[in-house]
């Protein structure tokens, strides 16, 4: 290449810069113009609602002590065998233990048994006296009051088992075994419980909930329970009574509730979760990710023609997913429910599945 050839070319590329130089400085305004920052967003009609404002408690299930027996016994036993374990139902009749009498009992059975020979004896020997004009009346009656007296307390140690040679212990009623007190081979001092006994059908939960909670509960009212371990199980109550004294393990006030006489109950001892209603609210309901909150409080965004509208509002309730707000809120707007966390005020929306 000669020397006029690349001075030729130089010239022409310097010539050139100027037009370059326009052609780069145009693009980005032209780019800003014609891509300006969006948000990609879902929105829904605004609508009113109600949400249940409730109490999530957890109780116990138990019998109550109303319905409650202890089996006891008037005189010391001592336990043979016991057929039964806690938590077993049991029918009226089952044999529940078979027990004897100690040696303190059987002695004392003795004694009665040889305490009315005697008396019967002395009645005879009392009443051929007085046939010889030997003795008074007076002494023949006071004989005969001994002897009655001799077999009634016979008899009451016959009644407590006594005599025999074990005695079998059987249900009073239907129910459920709380408590067994006795192994085989105890001895069981005179008042001394063998067992606890609950009524069956009488089932209920003990719940604690906070004072303030409290005037809110009114007995009769429903009372959704579930298990703890499985949330597909749940049963129906209703609440019996509701404390007026803190109970000083749980620093709450109990709250009874009745369960339903039918079958597939939780047992006794089960742990439920007791869902109570304390009141209702009416007003703007919402999903619960459509609310935001920052350092200037709780807010959300509303389609205004096309631009992300800051709402400020308060949270009245959350119940599930949804939650009940209010505030200056229009309701010709639609709500952004998704795509909400990249907003700013004034941003434009791109709208996906609007509902308008």
């Known amino acids: 290449m000669t020397l006029p050839t690349r001075a030729r070319l130089a010239l ?7 037009s370059l130089f326009l052609t780069l400085g ?62 077993q139902a049991v029918r009226k009749g089952a044999v529940l233990a078979t027990l004897h009498s100690d040696a303190s009992t059987a002695l004392a059975y003795s004694q009665a048994q040889t ?24 002494q023949v009656d006071a004989a005969r009051k001994a002897l009655t007296d ?14 025999q040679a074990a005695t079998r212990v059987l249900a009073p009623q239907d129910g459920i075994v709380l408590a067994v007190s006795a192994a085989p081979g105890d001895l ?15 089932l209920q939960a003990l719940a604690g909930v906070p004072p303030e909670d409290a005037p809110r509960l009114q007995p009769g ?32 006030l109990d709250v009874q509730i009745a369960l339903p006489a039918q079958a597939g109950l939780p047992p006794a001892g089960a742990s439920v979760q007791a869902d109570m209603v304390l009141g209702r609210w009416r007003g703007w309901v919402v999903p ?15 389609d205004d023609h096309g631009k992300a509208l800051r709402i400020p509002v308060q949270i009245a309730i959350e119940s599930g ?16 429910v998704a795509g909400n966390y990249e907003l700013r005020p004034g941003m434009a929306l791109r709208v996906m599945g609007a509902q308008r």
């Open 12 to 18: 022409l590329a310097v010539l050139s810069l100027p």
């Open 26 to 87: 145009s693009l980005p305004s032209a780019f800003a113009a014609d891509s300006p920052i969006s948000a990609q967003v879902q929105t829904a009609p605004l609508q009113r609602g109600e949400l249940l404002h409730t109490l999530r408690a957890y109780a116990v299930v138990q019998v109550p002590a109303s319905q409650t027996q202890a089996i006891t016994f008037q005189h010391a036993m001592q336990v043979q065998t016991v057929a039964v374990h806690v938590g």
């Open 115 to 138: 305490a009315v020979s005697f008396a019967q004896g002395e009645l005879g020997r009392m009443t051929a006296l007085k046939a010889q004009q030997l003795a008074t009346q007076a």
């Open 150 to 163: 001799a077999q009634a307390q016979l008899h009451s140690l016959q009644q407590q088992g006594a005599g």
């Open 188 to 202: 069981l001092a005179t008042g001394s419980p063998l067992l606890q006994l609950g009524r069956s059908g009488s």
């Open 221 to 252: 009212q429903a009372v959704r329970l579930t298990s703890v371990f499985d949330p597909a199980q749940h049963w129906q109550g209703t609440i019996r009574s509701v404390g007026a004294a803190i109970n000083p393990k749980t620093q709450r």
């Open 288 to 302: 619960r990710d459509a609310v935001l909150q920052d350092e200037r409080g709780a807010f959300v965004f509303q």
């Open 321 to 336: 997913l949804q939650t009940g707000i209010t505030g200056a809120l229009n309701p010709a707007m639609p709500l952004v």
